[in-house]
């Protein structure tokens, strides 16, 4: 069965500061994969995905992705973080034989410092 | 993307009482749509996948009879929790299955039963 992991529950880094939050998949079909971010109280919000060709991807609000085929992973980076940016944030993986559903990373909790 | 909206954001009832909530796609057609629960600090977990003019197909473990779905247009879901008991207030998302494997969520409908 798919699965994502998302090793970090909490981050917290002072603002200013660059981010990587971690992800990685388990399957052997072709993934594609997304980042999404939740407020307290709010829907998700993709920041971005990644389907095919170029493996670094880009985002909104600055973020950017870079999916590893060997690694199986498709972590989630930022080179100088916001205090808006504190949220929950979400990795997902869907595949072409499930129908489309996603299956969804426990999600890593961003804490961002003054 | 879809814009999706849902109604109401925010529901508090009484237990033993059923509640509707409405997952409209706004501007884009909405063949399959998919309705997710999020426990405070969780992931989303998915409940059904709702097709439209067809019976949703319901994840393991979810009770149908408890968690109607009702697809009856192109533009409009509906998850009907019945007999609602403390144990269902959660967060309930939907989304819209778009372009090849995304979706689009809505913003969420937050239940509390007393």
């Known amino acids: 069965a798919q699965s994502v992991t998302q090793p970090d529950i909490h981050i917290t880094v002072s603002e200013g500061a660059s981010l990587e939050l971690r992800c990685n998949y388990s399957y052997g079909a072709t993934p594609y994969l997304f980042w999404y971010v939740q407020s307290p109280g709010q829907g998700l919000q993709l920041l971005l995905k990644?389907?095919?060709?170029?493996?670094l991807v880009q985002g909104i609000k600055g973020f950017e992705a870079e999916f590893k085929r060997s690694q199986s992973s498709f972590n989630l980076r930022k080179p100088s973080v916001h205090w808006s940016d504190a949220a929950e944030y979400f990795c997902?993986?869907?595949?072409?034989?499930?129908?489309?559903?996603?299956?969804f990373g426990d999600g890593t909790t961003l804490t961002v410092k003054p | 993307g879809a814009v999706v909206s849902q109604h109401p954001s925010r529901v508090i009832c009484k237990s033993g009482t059923s509640v509707k909530i409405e997952c409209r796609s706004l501007?884009?057609?909405?063949?399959?749509m998919f309705w997710y629960r999020q426990f405070p600090k969780k992931s989303l977990m998915l409940m059904a996948t709702s097709n439209e003019g067809s019976k949703a197909t319901y994840e393991q473990g979810v009770e149908k009879d408890k968690f109607l779905i009702n697809h009856a247009s192109l533009t409009l879901s509906t998850l009907t929790v019945t007999s609602a008991h403390p144990e269902d207030s959660s967060f309930y998302i939907c989304s819209v299955a778009g372009g090849p494997n995304e979706q689009f969520f809505g913003p969420g409908t937050r239940l509390t039963v007393l």
């Open positions: 997902a993986v869907t595949y072409n034989t499930n129908a489309g559903k996603s299956t």
């Open positions: 501007d884009f057609q909405a063949t399959t």
């Open positions: 990644y389907f095919s060709g170029d493996t």
